[in-house]
């Protein structure tokens, strides 16, 4: 099951650096390009920060075959892709939630403090779609509008917590794993944003 | 042979940092920066994702030097570099033909898949001019007009193929660097471009 | 001492990039990364080229803690900061000076060229800010109007010239590091900058 979230997940960020690809008008190498560093971006640069070279998806040739896979689905239905607007907002929010999880497990087994490991796995979860944005030539989104990734912080917390108690660690990773998910889902259709900090006022948190 | 195109090379990305940097007024250290990123970036790159460190430039002062030398030159003679653009884009065309193939090389020696090694030959050839178009503030070329990459791609995967056959490793190098550069050198005179997927419609490929 | 201008450097850099981040009204987890990215992107991209990983502010919590605690106090006291923006300069200023340092002892450590020791200081105590500038889509401050990297430089530099003599280690580092410092002080206070070379001028050097 993990390896499946993970798959969706790699499938969702590529599709969604298409759909940004497309909004600038890129041919079609940059089109693949920007998919492809959307979906690998947060790996590559967790495993350079911690020195597990070769970097995996050089390792590991699914990812590859994956993201050319969805790239080329995505441009060819590119007039219908509306559609799936949903449904990628469910992969992309499913596969934040995973990665998260992933990069605190990898900041673990090297022995890392658990906040460098949360913010490992938000650099997984969240550094693919700030690439894609640099690359695109924009102020990344998640530095301006949405709770992105103070929903992996979140789910990285409960995970450290619930470390402390006797719970299996499956079990601890699934419920870490949907804070993320539920928190963003929330946040999303309640619209809910980290506070204004330029004119005091909360709008909520 | 090898090392010579591979400075002729690194020259050419060097005056092509500084052509750009020059658009953007940028000052004296600011030219002389973007033209180091541009001729080392790509080799960068490569290094730190298959964990070859510290990074080739930091071991061998050759292209400090050269790259150093170059950008001296081009800041000199900027009121006559108009002239040169023809030899640049040649210099530019053979470099990126060699780094690709250092690239490949360096993936093989690594162990590692022949896609992720046309992948990392096609990084170490264009992500120092993608660095450059990103400190100077603009989309990187590559992912907009240019068969660039693609050149890269094909040329490594004649690579792979001639590999196949009973072939002397020099010539199977040679032949799959010619092909990238003779490649980029039809694609730029024959105005050749990758099909614009926005309209459906496909000018050539 | 040394350790204390060290934590003074990263307590300015924080908030020099909270104080750039208030300006394109970022919300508050943008702000936290890049008052982060600020703090520590130097040293990562120094601890990276040379392979020294995990890098460090992976493995000594500390500056963590002092960034966090560094821009909440800056977002708190937002509208008070402008009176602390002397002090500011001088804490940055003091630490680009240390940071220079640092990345050319762990140059020396790793066995490179003086020369590559410098970039390498150099980058430790500027690639903070450029990244800070690249994630909020300007042209980095450092390419166009400071005499800043070029400070850095002359200090290393110093440092190499004074290591010739018999001079104790720790004089060598604070006279170098007092050049870094009082090079960028006169260059600001008597608005000097690198000459402009796109009308073959030379306003000062």
Known sequence: M??????????AFAISGVLVAFNKRMDLFGVLIIAFVTAVGGGTL????????PVSWMRDMTYTYVILASAIFAIIFRSKINYLRTS?????????????????E???NAGLNPIICIALGTMTASFGGVTRDILCNEIP?????EIYATACILGG????????????DD???????????????????????????????????
């Open 157 to 168: 917390v409960i995970y450290f917590v619930l470390r402390e108690f006797p719970i299996k």
């Open 46 to 53: 967790r495993d350079v920060l911690i020195g597990e070279t």
């Open 171 to 205: 079990f601890v990773f699934v419920i870490a794993g949907l804070v993320v998910i539920i928190t963003r889902l929330l946040a999303v259709k309640f619209k809910i944003a980290l506070p204004n900090i330029y004119r005091g006022d909360v709008d909520t948190d």
């Open 141 to 145: 989104v998640i530095f301006r509008k």
């Open 106 to 108: 990898k900041g673990l």
């Open 2 to 11: 993990f390896y499946t979230i993970d798959i969706l997940g790699t499938i």
């Open 88 to 104: 990628l907002f469910l992969f992309d929010t499913i596969g934040i939630g995973l990665y998260t999880l992933v990069g605190i």
